[in-house]
């Protein structure tokens, strides 16, 4: 059985995403957050809440957790298990100084909404270097697609690759109103 997991950070619901499908309903999967300087943890129904600050104390912040599954989530503690699932799906919200709010729509729209704002982005420019692209390199991996460069292969689909990913990057980390990209 193939366990695929996606991720997306939803800009417009301020929220991570993710979606792990293929999950062996024998098994069970147990969800924990780990970090130094947790003050509190609480596990209330399919909800986790983190109470944490940074090493130095001097900012607190707090981090929600709703898992929703098609099996059954049974709160342990500090931790939740999930029973009889054959997909996970988590919403995770983060405040500083103040309590996280879960966004009120259902995972799929959450999933849509954050999909289409990126792509509304992603779509604003093209560039196309595929010179010498042969799509039998598609299923290299990119240290085997760079050692051939390095061997004096040309590969234009392995830039455009590279471009598209530089793109993706800054869309994900740079918005209006937050702190631009860094290096």
């Known amino acids: 059985r193939a366990c695929v997991r996606e991720y997306q950070a939803s800009y417009p619901d301020q929220a991570i995403l993710a979606r792990v499908t ?8 147990r969800l924990s957050y780990e970090r130094e300087n947790i003050k509190d943890i609480q596990v209330e129904g399919s909800v986790m809440t ?13 981090v929600r957790i709703l898992a929703l599954t098609d099996g059954r989530v049974i709160p342990d503690g500090r931790e939740m298990s ?3 699932a054959t997909e996970l799906r988590l ?7 103040g309590e996280p709010s879960l966004p009120g729509d259902g995972f799929d729209a959450l999933w849509t909404r954050a999909t289409a704002d990126h792509a509304r982005l992603m779509e604003r ?3 196309r270097l595929d010179q010498g692209d042969d ?15 390095r061997e004096g292969d040309v590969d ?4 455009d690759l590279y471009y598209q ?19």
């Not at 799509?135 to 460069?149: A, F, G, I, N, S």
């Not at 990913?165 to 290096?183: I, K």
């Open 50 to 62: 983190v109470r944490a600050a940074t090493m130095d104390d001097l900012h607190p912040f707090a």
């Open 165 to 183: 990913f530089g793109r993706y990057l800054m869309v994900g980390s740079s918005r209006p109103g937050t702190l631009p990209a860094n290096l």
């Open 125 to 127: 420019s093209y560039i």
């Open 91 to 97: 919403v995770i919200s983060v405040a500083t100084g």
């Open 22 to 29: 293929g999950l062996d309903p024998e098994k069970t999967v």
């Open 82 to 84: 999930v029973r009889g």
């Open 135 to 149: 799509p039998k390199r598609h299923d290299m991996t990119v240290p085997q697609r760079l050692k051939r460069v």
């Open 156 to 159: 234009g689909g392995l830039l």
